[in-house]
């Protein structure tokens, strides 16, 4: 397949910004008018002349006064959350899943939402087949083959990328956060078609599923001294040959070496997680027997091996043959993105985005909801939003008001400066239209237990969707043809690995 590089800068580094992306953010950014040509500080630091004059124009200001003798012994968000806000943001939906899932499921203290969302929408497959009232897939098993193939990863792009200085940008950044618990939409369904999915009854959550940090420091204190040990033997390759290039035979050496560093990885993961079911071998994998009650209290029983389950969890819409949408304003719509480096398993599925405008997501959002289908989405869930509450509203917090300021930046601009990402997965299972038909607010399932929100589902509004939803995943069958002929085609344009849009959900 062509692919051209992105011409836009890694999005994190804001020295790296080039003029065109600054003079927008400034046309954007009205409060950047000069009122004095003449600063306070001729040699750029803070004097008291700075905080004389910045103290007698701002204390004339009532409003901050009064800001002033509150917010000094409160909490900021809980003291300037609008009232209003949260009157009208109604957990009231006109439009929701007629199938109901349960338990709320959560993910504890992991980074795993991206396979909480993913067996979320899976599990309605499951219930409606066997008759259930609750049921949850295993989260714990999809990790376990998740953090195994990004070792993997890591490994061959070290061998990959071992003739660079250790110092240089890439491999310092991938050296960085290695064997995140994050993930994207093809990352998933590379391990679906791999490993298929499993009852959470069969492979069940361990301490550290629930509580990942432990296990991630680990794993990556031995791949980066892992990595260490293959770029040496890469380099005294290289020099017993005086050539920069591996041969054949040296790469299968290095990957017959990685194999044996991985046994390590395996070891410690299989300690920590369990021994999950084993994936085919030779055409073959064991069966597993699950049985349960239906919600008519009639007990019940499958056996099948986990690829077959999932035969079962795919419904009419497979995993496979659905893609991500995604609002990303810096870069052109109407065209195939992926991110450098980013993947889990090695030579498996890419990570593959659509860019397009905001209102083909939400579209898409009630299209999937109408015809019964719960959606996988990816989002900024910590801008504007309150956990107790369960709100994600624009206009939730009066920051403005408060302190006699503009919070300015654009969508596009908080992607090129760091301000924002896409940081969380969660399932939209309704929306609220109104009399035209224009979304106003939308149902959510998170996957942080039900004492957050409403039980478990946050309401997000509309002008919160416009502005910190990045990805929608949609079935090719559901999507406009114009989008999918996108992403069927043959050219896509290749982001940096630092780029915001490689961020794991």
């Known amino acids: 397949m062509g692919a051209t590089h992105s011409k836009s800068q890694p999005a994190i580094v804001p020295s790296e910004l080039d003029e065109k992306h600054i003079n927008a953010m400034s046309a954007d950014l009205t409060h950047l008018r000069i009122s004095s040509s003449t600063p306070a500080s001729n040699d750029g630091s803070v004097t008291a002349s700075n905080f004389s004059s910045w103290e007698e124009e701002i204390s004339a200001k009532p409003h901050v006064e009064f800001a002033r003798s509150i917010l000094n012994h409160t909490d900021l968000r809980s003291t300037l959350k609008s009232r209003k806000a949260v009157i009208s943001d109604t957990h009231v939906f006109n439009n929701e899943l007629k199938f109901k899932t349960g338990p709320i499921t959560n993910q504890k203290s992991s980074g795993r939402c991206w396979l909480f969302a993913t067996t979320n929408v899976l599990r309605y497959n499951i219930m409606k087949r066997f008759n259930l009232d609750d049921f949850q897939l295993s989260q714990a098993y999809l990790f376990f083959f998740d953090k195994l193939n990004k070792s993997n990863y890591y490994l061959e792009l070290s061998i990959e990328h071992s003739d660079l200085p250790i110092d240089d940008r890439l491999v310092a950044h991938l050296a960085g956060d290695l064997i995140s618990d994050g993930g994207q939409w093809d990352m998933v369904v590379n391990l679906l078609e791999t490993y298929g999915v499993v009852p959470q009854a069969i492979y069940p959550e361990s301490f550290h599923s629930s509580a990942s940090s432990p296990l991630n420091s680990l794993l990556k204190t031995k791949l980066r001294e892992h990595a260490l040990v293959l770029r040496s033997l890469a380099s005294s390759f290289r020099a017993s040959t005086g050539s920069s290039e591996l041969t054949s035979s040296h790469l299968a050496a290095l990957r017959a070496k990685k194999e044996e560093l991985m046994k390590e990885v395996y070891t410690v993961m299989s300690a920590i997680l369990g021994v999950p079911p084993l994936p085919e071998n030779g055409g073959k994998a064991p069966k597993f027997v699950w049985e349960f009650y239906d919600k008519d209290g009639k007990p019940g029983s499958w056996e099948g091996t986990p690829k077959e389950f999932y035969e079962i969890a795919k419904g009419d819409y497979s995993p496979a043959d659905s893609f991500s ?13 992926t991110v450098d480096k980013l993947g889990n398993l090695w030579g498996g599925r890419p990570v593959l985005y659509v860019n397009t405008e905001i209102d083909n997501l939400k579209n898409a959002v009630v299209k999937l909801i109408k015809a019964g289908q719960p959606v996988f989405f990816g989002c900024d869930v910590g801008q504007f939003s309150d956990r107790d509450e369960g709100i994600m509203d624009t206009a939730l917090y009066d920051y403005e008001t408060a302190f006699d300021i503009t919070l300015g930046l654009s969508k596009a601009d908080r992607l ?28 959510v399932e998170n996957s942080w237990g039900e004492a957050p929100g409403n039980k478990g589902y946050f309401v997000m509004t509309d002008a919160w969707f416009e502005q910190f939803v990045y990805q929608v995943v949609v079935p090719k069958a559901l999507a406009p043809k114009e989008l999918v002929k996108v992403y069927e085609g043959d050219e896509k344009t290749v982001l940096p690995p630092w780029d915001p849009m490689g961020s794991l959900a």
Do not use: C, F, Q, W
């Open 325 to 337: 949408l995604i609002h990303d304003p810096r870069n052109d719509y109407g065209k195939l993105y």
């Open 416 to 443: 090129r400066v760091g301000e924002s990402s896409m940081t969380h997965a969660m399932v939209i299972s309704g929306v609220h239209l109104d009399s035209n038909g224009k979304p106003v607010r939308y149902k």
